[in-house]
């Protein structure tokens, strides 16, 4: 099996969604480290025409987009281990990974997340109140109908981990940090318990932002 490569900005809660899945999977993987910069840069844009994070490389083969990315992973190592067999829990893990990127990074996790912990940290820069308060009705909506599809399960696709849960808990990880997850997860106590469940699992232990960034560094 060739080495998998992963090139991400360390902090990226896309790749780190990748390197849980390699770590789920009993996987080596290397880090190649970019900057904000070279993320843009002919280099990296030979990788990933829209320069975005992250690009995941195997041997010859050479894949952008996280969704796919993970699924790739998920078929070349003891395939299908993070795919519920179930056609309903795989279409509820399908949902999960496009709610993710369309509904909660894309208006909620892409302003809450940035402005309070991504900016400050990477850029140093003072949160926008304005910004946050712009995307508390749509992160409302988004956190009721999170909480609504796990109901009293362990996991977002059943009693398993999938890549749903992979996907969706680094970008949650992030918006943890900010005071607002107060008044978003506190109504609802097992996304709360589902957070901590998934914080406890080595995959998240190995792949927080400084262990990236030190992973990055070597
Ligand atoms: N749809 C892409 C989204 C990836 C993405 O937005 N990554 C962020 C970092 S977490 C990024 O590249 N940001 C740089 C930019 O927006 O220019 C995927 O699933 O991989």
Known sequence: MPEFVVHTVPGSPFARAVLMALVEKGEAYRIAGLTPVAAKAPAHL???PFGRIPVLEHGDFSL??????LRYIDRVTSPGSLTPADPRAAGRMDLILNLNDWYLF????NI???QRVVGPRLMGLEPDLDAIATAMPRATLVFTELAR???GQAFFAGETVSLADLQLFPQL??????PEWATLAGPHPALDAWMDRMAG???AAATTWE?????AAR
Do not use: C, K, N, W
């Open 201 to 203: 699992r080595p995959s």
């Open 173 to 178: 990880d992030f918006m943890r940090l900010a």
């Open 64 to 69: 952008y987009e996280t969704q796919a990315i």
């Open 46 to 48: 030979a990788r990933h």
């Open 112 to 114: 809450i997340a940035f």
């Open 149 to 151: 599809l796990l109901g």
């Open 106 to 109: 894309q208006g909620v996790a």
């Open 211 to 215: 262990q990236v960034a030190a992973q």
